[in-house]
């Protein structure tokens, strides 16, 4: 009925042969029925995990032990790794994160009462086709996320599947039953007990869904408890004629309004962050926020460090938030000085930044705003095009052609380059070695 990886085939049919049960499950069983693909293929088996292994090494396939004490081996079966689990159920949870202790099973069914959501929870192969205990099918077919089970019993065993279920909501464009989402919403604290990492990986999956909007509306105070600074941005009024949405309004439109890319969106989710903390008020009432993006960029290095984000991520999105505010010069030196400063990946996003910025802003002062953008794209698209010199490393000299042409070693050397480097980027001399080492030597004399 559905179409299987041959990988993931092989993998049933050498279970069942051995005589035992086996199943895909989980994602993959959802996203069949959904008719999108599967990005991996996870089985259920009655087989215990050492028979599991046995098993697959008799067959001649490798086996890698991923988690044997929670019942998963890893098949290799042409270079694609199968997870393979056996039936469990699980118990204790006194943490609140993970089970104290599983117990493997023999029945499909009591697996299946251990996994999140009914959406998730349901099993199949080619033989028996699809069996489906908690009416997995039906809330697909309605777009509902539903926990198997008491939900309040199931996120104080595991918070994380709060966060999990607003992720599924979000990339699926599901909503969350009542009795389901009401209780993410009391039980929203217990997050404090899960890792940031997994936390992370949650949020990032989440901003990138398609409903991320409806899911930051309805649950920001959930992701305020991942995230205790997003509380001082809600309901912020910024009284200034510029917007027409409080921060975290502004805040949620602005992420929907970025294209889906995880530096993009966490960008758009802390731009503003610093807003609260820089207010004043001027002698007609409006609001101001000076030097916001310099705060928001310093609280948002701090979150995505204790949520344990890549430092080359933490870096990309703070400079993007530094610079969310800048004001667009759409002229060749004004582009290649900013380029300078922030490269040409950063400088791209940033435009992207603007103009998500801008369009959760107030309409009436929109269009101009745009076309500066669209100018400063245009500009950008000659100066890359033209393959025109913005940084150290384009410039036709460097420190060695200094030396040799009578400069001694030194700190010296850096600045020398510095020098004709801005002289290159504000187009006061071309680009050329013999020019370069012309005007080397004359601010050496000027130095001496
Ligand atoms: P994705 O497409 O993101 O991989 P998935 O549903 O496969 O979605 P996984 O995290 O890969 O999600 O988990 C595989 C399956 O394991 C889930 O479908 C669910 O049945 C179960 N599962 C995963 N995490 C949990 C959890 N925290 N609590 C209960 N069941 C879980
Ligand atoms: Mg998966």
């Not at 077919?141 to 599924?168: H, Q, T, V, W, Y």
């Not at 001027?282 to 460090?305: E, T």
Request: proline share 4%.
């Amino acid at each position: 009925m559905f179409n299987i990886s041959a990988e993931a085939k092989t993998a049933i049919y050498i279970l069942e042969a051995a005589g035992y049960k086996a199943y895909l499950a989980g994602g993959c069983v959802r996203d069949l029925i959904m008719g999108s693909e599967p990005h991996d293929w996870d089985i259920a088996t009655s087989a215990e995990p050492f028979t599991t292994r046995e098993i697959f090494e008799k067959a001649g396939y490798r086996t890698v032990c991923t988690g044997i004490s929670h019942g998963t081996v890893t098949a290799v079966i042409n270079k694609v790794n199968l997870e393979i689990t056996t039936f469990r159920q699980e118990t204790g949870y006194s943490d609140h994160r993970r089970p104290d202790s599983v117990m493997f099973v023999k029945s499909p069914e009591e697996d299946v009462k251990r996994r999140d959501f009914t959406i998730n929870g349901i099993l199949y192969n080619p033989s028996e086709g699809i069996l489906d205990y908690n009416g997995g099918i039906e809330d697909i077919k309605n777009g509902i996320i539903r926990c198997i089970g008491d939900p309040d019993k199931r996120f104080s065993e595991d918070a994380l599947r709060i966060m999990r279920a607003m992720r599924f909501a979000s990339a699926l464009g599901f909503t969350i039953e009542k009795e389901t989402s009401d209780s993410m919403i009391r039980n929203r604290n217990l997050l404090n007990e899960i890792s940031m990492e997994r936390k992370a990986a949650e949020l990032t999956k989440l901003l990138l869904g398609k409903d991320v909007k409806f899911i930051l509306y309805e649950y920001s105070s959930v992701l305020t408890s991942v995230i205790p600074e997003i509380r001082h941005m809600i309901g912020f009024e910024q009284n200034n004629p510029h917007h027409c949405y409080d921060v975290w309004i502004h805040t949620i439109e602005a992420v929907a309004a970025v294209p889906a890319d995880p530096v993009l969106r966490l960008t758009m989710l802390l731009h503003d962050i610093g807003k609260p903390d820089s207010c004043t008020m001027d002698s007609y009432g409006i609001n101001h926020f000076f030097r916001h993006p310099g705060r928001s960029a310093s609280m948002a290095r701090n979150i995505l460090s204790y949520l344990r984000y890549p430092g080359d991520v933490i870096d990309k999105v703070c400079t993007l938030i530094t610079y969310h505010d800048y004001r667009f010069y759409p002229d060749r030196k004004n582009v290649k000085k900013l380029l300078n400063r922030i490269g040409e990946e950063c400088f791209r996003l940033l435009l992207e930044v603007r103009r998500a910025d801008i369009s959760a802003q107030n309409p009436d002062y929109s269009k101009e705003k745009f076309e500066l953008i669209e100018e400063t794209r245009r500009v950008l698209e000659e100066v890359i095009e033209e393959n025109q010199c913005f940084s150290l490393k384009d410039l036709k000299i460097s420190g060695k052609d200094l030396l040799e042409s009578g400069f001694s070693q030194g700190k010296h050397l850096g600045y020398v380059l510095d020098i004709l480097l801005n002289m290159v980027i504000n187009e006061e001399i071309p680009n050329e070695r013999d020019i370069l080492l012309e005007n080397a030597q004359k601010i050496k004399k000027r130095a001496d």
